[in-house]
Nanobody, 123 residues
């Protein structure tokens, strides 16, 4: 089992930045690819970005390319999501997930999920 806890969400003005963290406990996260997903009210959950076990391979959703950066520190069992140039459309609950060995876009490919952290972007 892997327990994931997100932090770092909050309220930010459009154009601002936030850094989300996902801390894992239990089985080491270096065994898994990690992903970030988001869900806004009345919208379906969507893939944001994923990173492979080693951190060598990353996959980004088109809306966040060039603005968001995922990284991981396996020694700390932590994954980070640096979000820059935030837009009102980025507002959502962001959740991290662990599963597989390479990042997949499908939520069904992830076995463990955190509770999420809220990101609000004011215009």
């Amino acid at each position: 089992q892997v327990r994931l806890v997100e932090s770092g969400g909050g309220l930010v003005q459009a154009g601002g930045s936030l850094r989300l963290s996902c801390a894992a406990s239990g089985r080491t996260t270096s065994s898994y690819a990690m992903g970030w997903f988001r869900q806004a009210p009345a919208k379906e959950r969507e893939f944001v970005v994923g990173i492979s076990q080693s951190g060598f391979y990353t996959r980004y959703a088109d809306p966040v390319k060039g603005r968001f950066t995922i990284s991981r520190d396996n020694a700390k069992n932590t994954v980070y999501l640096q979000m820059n140039s935030l837009e009102p459309e980025d507002a959502a609950t962001y959740s991290c997930a662990a599963g597989s060995t390479v990042p997949k876009r499908a939520a069904s490919r992830y076995d463990f999920w955190g509770q999420g952290t809220q990101v609000t972007v004011s215009s």
